[in-house]
């Protein structure tokens, strides 16, 4: 039966892995190893309980410094009528309580007295001490056992061990413990496009990074990862290093290849050397994904040792892992984390789940369960999910996400405001120290950022456009908002338009830069485009800002005063959604120019043609101007290391960066 490229469901798909599994005796902890008690032991599983073989403490010990007695002898003692004892031993933190003593009385509380009855300055060992309060039994004694008793429970199987877990596991009487082996697997790379990192990539090529991240996120599952060099596009070069890797590791990772191109050759690769159990799964991102199970290549003659070796099952599963960064790491959360967790006797990851309102609109393909990475933050009470670039070569979504939102199949999208659960990648915590900004693009945030992070804050920000965000400030749904909105009539910025978008809401406008905006052209201006005037030029494709951006405001705006037609312009309707947007259209020849800023187009190396000036604005809700989690922010916009740092990016200039525009 072919499987090749049917989605299947992901339930099926783990179906069928564990069953093939199963049948393999590759289901459950795959064995376990004694290891001595240390700081390396920190993060392995537990393959067997932990009982105590001592009690802890194993006498009792007095819990503080000061004099053991018997309980019964202080009775009556009082403030007023204090009692003088003749039986008494002292003892420091720690000591064994002597033979005959039920309780220490702090040595503060006591006053040491010589045979005569007057004060001592041995306070160590008197002749008398005087009390002036009575002690229950077991006052500041550690009973035998009071930590834990000879033959409990200290730990149970399966459990991960953190730093105190050692301390309890050494407290209970035992120097080694016995632990579940880590996994070894093997991440195998495969493409004629890939280039090593550090690599300067020509047209064509990409550099490999996708087994780097595999090998992180197998590490820090509690397996052992092991790299292999690339291999080029070769059906039969991939099979001999595939049955390499199978020679000493419990699962292979194969990188690439598990689409259905000339070149994907994993699917082919399974076939030849086991069982093909799974080709396509229905998820987004990731769903070429590929699983199986191959036969374990023995050992060369030279490889083979007389060290014995764990018992070893003759078959070894894979997994063939899309080769789009987003779907490569996903395939491995869904995939890879389980099956570790099961060969360590662990529970698998479990995120926390929060839920949260939508931002923004999103759509989903109807038959995939649906994996939409989002920035979070929390904006009053409302915990809020802004969704991320989409595409499953876009790795800056991987970093930028701070969680997953699941759209199951069936579901075709959501609205703006819906409520998802979010399944959190960060502590909630950082929720509350997360400001969130939606709005106009500017590369200034992605420096704010960086200083803020230094003040214990996290900017979150969502490239939408200015009257996106001015409309996410109306549904509460940001602390504040980037905005250049030229109003055509006045000529003036942002001010007209906040009657219009957040009536009754009192704002502060606080100017953060002013910069400029020209057109962003190939090295050189090959066109030699010196205006707007000449996008109208035969030839000319024009890339554009989306509807609502402030860049395309202006742009709109200084068409009409030129009587220029958006119509005459070729690419008018092409649109990206920032600045570096664009300067990426021009830079790979999408496009030979586009409306931006100097900073978009030094970034990418391409030319800047000036053309208007225009002021960057930040438009804040006076309750959260007034709060102390924007403090920070007024502070960094402020002060001059900022500043300095913007003026090192071209087009800026910072005379009026903090000045408060209107405040009502």
């Given amino acids: 039966m072919s499987v090749y490229l049917r989605d299947i469901p992901l339930p099926e798909a783990h179906a069928r892995l564990q069953s093939a599994l199963e049948q393999a005796g590759l289901w459950g902890r795959l064995g376990s190893e004694t290891i001595p008690l240390s700081e390396t032991a920190l993060n392995r599983v537990l393959a067997e309980p932990v009982w105590a073989k001592v009690s802890s403490p194993n006498y009792h010990a007095s819990a503080m410094d000061g004099f053991a007695v018997r309980a019964a002898d202080t009775v009556g003692a009082e403030p007023g009528a204090p009692l003088v004892l003749e039986h008494f031993t002292y003892v420091d933190t720690g000591d064994p309580l002597p033979e005959g003593f039920d309780a220490v009385i702090m040595i503060e509380n006591t006053e040491a007295l010589d045979a ?50 050692l301390g309890a596991i050494a407290a209970a009487g035992h120097a080694a413990i016995n632990v579940a082996r880590r996994p070894r697997v093997a991440i195998l790379p495969t493409g004629s496009e890939l280039v090593p990192i550090g690599s300067d990539p020509r047209p064509g090529d990409i550099l490999e990074f996708n087994s780097m991240v595999l090998a992180a996120q197998v590490t820090a599952w509690g397996a052992e990862a092991t790299r292999f060099p690339v291999t080029p596009d070769d059906f039969d070069a991939i099979c001999m290093r595939v049955e390499e ?90 995939f890879v984390e389980p099956l570790l967790a099961c060969w360590q006797g662990r529970r698998p990851r479990e995120l926390p789940v929060e839920p949260a309102c939508l931002t923004r609109k999103i759509t989903s393909p109807g038959g995939d369960d649906d994996y939409i990475r989002v920035a979070v933050g929390q904006v009053g009470e409302k915990i809020l999910a802004a969704p991320l670039a989409r595409g499953a070569g876009i790795i800056s979504s991987l970093v930028r996400a701070d969680g997953l939102v699941v759209l199951p199949r069936g579901i075709q999208g959501a609205a703006a405001g819906a409520e998802v659960d979010v399944h959190l990648y960060i502590p909630r915590a950082d929720l509350i120290r997360t400001i969130f900004c939606i709005g106009s693009h500017d590369m200034t945030l992605d420096l704010l950022a960086q200083f803020l992070a230094e003040r214990d804050r996290r900017l979150v920000s969502a490239n939408v456009g200015s009257q996106a965000g001015l409309i996410a400030l109306q549904r509460g749904e940001a602390h504040l908002a980037g905005s250049h909105l030229l109003d055509p009539e006045t000529g003036e910025y942002n001010l007209p338009y906040l009657n219009r978008y957040l009536p009754g809401i009192p704002v502060r406008l606080v100017t953060l830069v002013d910069r400029q905006q020209g057109l962003l052209v190939r090295k050189g201006n090959p066109l030699r485009l010196c205006g707007l005037e000449d996008l109208g030029r035969p030839g000319v494709r024009y890339v554009n800002r989306q509807r609502g951006a402030g860049t395309r405001v202006l742009f709109d705006y200084h068409l009409t005063l030129r009587g220029i037609p958006g119509e005459a312009i070729q690419g008018y309707n092409q649109e990206e959604y920032t600045h570096l947007g664009v300067a990426a259209a021009v830079a790979s020849g999408r496009a030979d120019c586009g409306l931006g800023i100097a900073a978009a187009a030094r970034a990418l190396d391409l030319d800047f043609v000036p053309l208007f000036k225009e002021r960057y604005d930040l438009v804040i809700p006076l309750v959260y101007a007034e709060s102390a989690l924007l403090g920070p922010l007024f502070e960094v916009i402020r002060g001059q290391s900022f500043r300095k740092a913007v003026l090192g990016m071209p087009g800026y200039e910072v005379a009026r960066m903090g000045k408060i525009i209107m405040e009502e």
């Fill in 116 to 165: 005569t009855g007057q004060h001592s300055g041995d306070i160590r060992s008197p002749a008398l001490i005087r009390i002036r309060a009575a002690v229950t039994p077991w006052s500041h004694v550690r009973p035998l056992g009071e930590d834990m008793v000879a033959t409990q429970l200290v730990l149970p199987a399966g459990h991960v061990l953190r730093p105190v877990d």
């Fill in 245 to 334: 890797a199978t020679r000493d590791h419990d699962l292979v990772l194969l990188g690439a290849g598990s689409s259905a191109g000339a070149e994907d050759f994993s699917a082919r690769v399974v076939e030849q050397l086991g069982t093909l159990l799974v080709h396509g799964v229905a998820v987004r991102p990731g769903h070429p994904v590929i699983l199986g199970v191959i036969a374990r290549s023995r050992p060369e003659r030279s490889q083979r040792t007389a060290t014995k070796r764990p018992p070893r099952s003759a078959s070894v599963p894979i997994v063939g892992v899309p080769g789009y960064p987003v779907s490569s790491a996903l395939t491995a959360e869904l």
